[in-house]
């Protein structure tokens, strides 16, 4: 059993561009460093009673704005993974108000593969140190859910295409007798491997992503808990043991009071704080002394991290800080937050127990093993039961016995316990019953004690034949799970394109030698159709778009803040094929270097067989040449597993850079919906007229108005080779489907523009018409 306090550290994010930065200094003195905060006096607005003006708070480590993600993973998360791998459980809490940085140090950034956060990180390290370790079976699972609104949801859930948060298969909590809870209906999805726990994690971020609407900003409102299973168990023991870390990013602790919301989105700041309150409750139980109730059950987090607080977990703060001036006063909340987080003990007791049907097997297989040295022993095979002889034999034998006077006389009957047992009943018999022992009233109970044998032996049958019954299920339920998997990997594997021409990282370098195991161009450049796309990404884009619709969304994603991303992650993309596709080469120059001097050496050894045989007196044992050709093959191995470790470690970084680009995509993709269906609103607000029209039933002719309307973001002025700089040819080609407008210099009012009638057509018509305008008139170019 490890008994230890919560640990706590604290980290400070980066100040935002514009935002003046608040007072703090870090002082890194031994044991625990110390953060102070300083606040002025016209600042502490929120402090009026307390006239402090500085603040000292104590952490186990505290990590400035410098602080990249890779040192917050070796300080904090590492230890917690190798406990875990040791069959301890743990869990990473991150607490802070919204946007100090909890979501970046848990999942990470989306931006840059540098920018991978805990989860990630961690998945990577223990698939690396699982893969080490081969003296035992580890199997792995993981599970997301999010709590919004005090409801679970599962975000891994693969048979639900979520749109919405309600889509989402709803988790809720169970507890056992043992006041253990369990929660009901989130899924456990094995990995067996990081690119499948990667995967997995990135189908839970956007299924959460998808599931947000600008109404509700659930990531900043919601707790997730990523859960990493990891059981494992040594070959031949029924000793198991299970642990799993729990990755929680919790929502904004920030006070309703503040942040000046209502309605809607008062409740569920209600509901979040109400949670964090909750919790803040259980921590301060918790850390009161002989406090016998600790209030668990209030909320569904609280209730889920149970054993995360107070229990059998090694658990892990980390206080997230903004320390911009206007944040300050939540910075400070969260400091006291921690300071009382910091004196909670837990006892984490290594997870081990006995899996009842391997104990069975392993008794069943003890007890063969001493009948059969038994029948080596005795020489005989033992029946259960004994014969009718035998039986008449010991009759007489106990006769006999009872009959002698001598007191030294004995019963010996051998080491039989059978026989041992039989005459303990017949005594037990005569004693009881001295004058109805006779033999009648012994055969009666012998043949008693065959009926009740009979009847065990029919009920052994009857519960054989229930087991069976239940494997048969068993097997059915698993053969259903893999046809289902299945589908998914194919339907995964289809979107991908090519399939994987996936080197495995258990291969031996011999293996790799095989001349199919060829490393190319090809295989490098088969990184890109890699990643498994996933099977909800086509949903966000809510199928193929009008062409109209497309030209605004073109430039919609030219200005957009994401598109920096996607270029500086196509280029870091080229890079890193250009690294793979000459690791690849260079692999395949070292194995051809290897397949030589291994050739080499074959020929010395014929040569030099040859030559023992003609002159058998010249016959060597060492052969100076060969060993030197032995060596320079060992060197060639040590670089070939060098290049061959980075090409692997490339492989996991450009998937993830794919999918980081594919999630910043998709964020586009919505951003450009949210905007689109925004600008139609406003449109059908102003101009009710032209949605009242004909021919205009759901148009969405919002670009007709003014450009003021639109996104600051959206029409900027940047793009100097547009193809809108040419309105003729551009309109010409994009409505070549409509003879009135191909040949119309563009309408300068809504009214002149034709319309088809089909409101989807006629939407994309006046889409394409008023961002080109828009353009224009931003160019100076419009109505020349
Ligand atoms: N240490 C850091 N280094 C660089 N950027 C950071 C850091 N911490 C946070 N950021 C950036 O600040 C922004 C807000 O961070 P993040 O989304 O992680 O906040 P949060 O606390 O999770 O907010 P919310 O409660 O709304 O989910 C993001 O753009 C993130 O990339």
Known sequence: MVKETIRVYARV????????????????????????ITVPRDLADGFINNKRESYRFKFQKIFNQEAKQDVIFDSIAKPVAECVLAGYNGTIFAYGQTGSGKTFTITGGAERYSDRGIIPRTLS?????????????????????????????????????????????????????????????????????????????????????IAETPMNQASSRSHCIFTIHISSKEPGSATIRRSKMHLVDLAGSERVGKTGIGGHLLTEAKYINLSLHYLEQVI????????????????????????????????????????????????????????????????AVLNEEIDPRLMIIQL????????????????????????????????????????????????????????????????????????????????????????????LEKLKGVLQQRDNEINILVTMLKKEKKKARDALSQLNATSAGSKVLEQSPSMSLEESQSPSRCFSLKEAKVFSSSVPRLPFLSRATGGKMSLGRQEAFEVFKRDHAESITIEDNKQLLKQRFDEAKRLGEKLNEVRNKINHLKGKIIQRQIQRAALAVSNPAEEQTFDPAEEKLRMQIEEEKKSYKIAYSRFKGLKVEIEHLQLLMEKVKMKLQKDFEIWWSEEAKKFQQEKPEMVASPNAATVYPQFIRSS??????????????????DPAVKINSITSGNPTLKTRTPPSSSTSIPLTGDSQADADILAFIKARQNILQKKGLGNK
């Not at 999805?189 to 994690?201: D, F, H, R, V």
């Not at 010991?394 to 016995?401: A, G, Q, R, S, V």
């Not at 029409?715 to 700089?725: A, K, L, Q």
């Open 708 to 725: 003021q309307h639109l996104s600051p973001n959206s029409f900027s002025d940047t793009n100097r080779d547009s193809p809108y700089e």
């Open 125 to 209: 390290y223990i698939f690396d140190q699982l893969q080490k370790d081969s003296s035992k079976v580890y199997t792995t699972h993981v599970s997301y859910l999010e709590i919004y609104n005090e409801c679970g949801y599962d975000l891994l859930d693969p048979r639900h295409e979520a749109s919405r948060m309600e889509d989402l298969p709803k988790v809720t909590i169970m507890e056992d007798s043992d006041q253990n809870i369990h929660l009901k209906n989130l899924s456990l999805q094995q990995a067996t491997n990081e690119e499948e726990a990667l995967n997995l994690l990135f189908l839970g971020d956007t299924n959460r992503m």
């Open 13 to 36: 994010k980066p100040p935002g561009r514009r935002q003046p930065a608040g007072s703090y200094s870090i002082d890194n003195e031994e044991p625990l460093p110390s953060l102070e």
């Open 364 to 455: 069943k297989k003890e007890i063969q093993d001493l009948k059969d040295e038994l029948v080596l022993v005795t020489g005989k095979q033992r029946t259960t039961e004994l014969s009718q002889e035998e039986l008449l034999q010991l009759d007489e034998l106990i006769e006999t016995f009872l009959k002698d006077n001598d007191p030294d006389s004995s019963l010996d009957v051998g080491a039989d316990m059978r026989k041992i047992k039989y005459c303990f009943i017949h005594m037990k018999q005569i004693i009881n019953h001295p004058m109805t022992s006779d033999k009648k009233l012994l055969s009666q109970d012998i043949s008693e004690e065959k009926n009740s044998n009979e009847e």
């Open 284 to 347: 301060i139980a918790l850390a009161e002394k002989n406090r016998s109730h600790i209030p668990y059950r209030n909320s569904m987090m609280t209730s889920v991290l149970r054993d995360s607080l107070g229990g059998n977990c090694m658990t892990t703060m980390i206080a997230t800080l903004a320390m911009d001036k206007r944040n300050i006063d939540e910075s400070i909340s969260t400091c006291r937050f921690a300071q009382r987080v910091a004196l909670i003990k837990n006892e």
